[in-house]
């Protein structure tokens, strides 16, 4: 048996260059990262929450979504953080339906769940007379489409190489202040001098909410795009120019690049920090290594 196992292999070198022959092949494949970070900072209750659908390899046959949530429950009111996780759970619900249906009105599905998630918090049990209430940003990413949604003043940011950019309007006072002096009825130094320019105008619980900010083309994404979305915790904390230093900070890798940002407020404001959070999506390409069988 062992004089015939060497005989079958007595081959020559011309034999074996003609052998099919081991090597990694590479390729590289679009993928949707989600990063998702938060803290209470010096405030007693965390009224912030947060959602990120898992990180997901895009599919060449059918259209792959991912969903991101922040929602900053309103620490004026009773029980904001009931309020911001009652919209979270509300909105991924509605998501777990429409995750893997093969057409959907994107725009529709935030327009319907916004209206939905106000009256069931505007419906809350009052507390001294004192409702709830809850800011929202929400991104869908459909394959390298962008679809957003704002109530309140949470922000969404787009981030391209070394340009950031806000896509929502707060919806506070100082926005009725602008169209103010837009229309001439306001002088510019007359709206800065108004109080409560910070006093929100629209939220979820407000009860027949109107005032909402959802794009209908969508925003179509390039590889390397990143997407913020993120409560005022971070952006009454941190200037735009040190947030845009950190997302595009080649050291700090995409994973960790949530938890630089909430860290950094953290430690900026270590006296009165506001509840932080930050989710992210990164359009991006990922390496696909795989041995293959291939003729020299």
């Known amino acids: 048996m062992f004089g015939r196992h060497k005989k079958e292999n007595n081959v020559s070198r011309n034999d074996i260059m003609q052998q099919p022959v081991s ?19 010096n405030r007693k209750y965390q009224q912030d929450a947060a959602y990120v659908t898992p990180s997901k390899v895009l599919a060449s046959n059918k259209r792959t979504r991912v969903m991101a949530l922040v929602c900053d429950g309103m620490g004026g009111m009773a029980d904001g953080g009931k309020a911001s996780q009652t919209a979270i759970r509300m909105m991924v619900q509605g998501f777990d339906k429409i995750e893997k249906v093969p057409e959907v009105n994107i725009p529709e599905f935030f327009r319907s769940g916004i209206k939905a998630i106000d009256r069931t918090i505007h419906d809350f049990p009052k507390e001294d007379g004192k409702g709830s209430g809850t800011t929202m940003v929400a991104c869908i990413a459909e ?9 309140g003043d949470s922000r969404i940011y787009i981030i391209r190489g070394n340009q950031m950019q806000q896509v929502t309007r707060d919806h506070n006072y100082w926005l009725r202040l602008q169209e103010m002096v837009q229309a001439g009825k306001l002088t510019m130094e007359e709206a800065k001098a108004k109080r409560q320019k910070e006093a929100l105008i629209s939220f979820l619980g407000i009860g027949n909410v109107s005032l909402m ?12 795009d990143v997407i913020m979305l993120c409560s005022d915790g971070i952006t009454k904390t941190l200037p735009d120019a040190q947030i845009k230093k950190i997302i595009t ?24 920090q506001d509840n932080t959070t930050v989710a992210l999506i990164h359009y991006q390409e990922t390496d696909i290594k795989k041995i293959s069988s291939v003729n020299r």
């Open 143 to 151: 394959d390298n489409r962008l679809y957003w949604a704002s109530v």
């Open 23 to 41: 090597r990694q092949v590479e390729r590289k494949v679009p993928e949707l990262t989600t990063m998702v970070r938060s803290a209470t900072g």
């Open 249 to 272: 900070a080649d050291e700090v890798k995409p994973e960790e690049k949530a938890k630089a940002l909430v860290e950094a407020a953290t430690h900026a404001n270590s006296h009165s």
């Open 213 to 224: 900010d959802i794009n209908t083309t969508p925003f179509e994404m390039q590889y390397g």
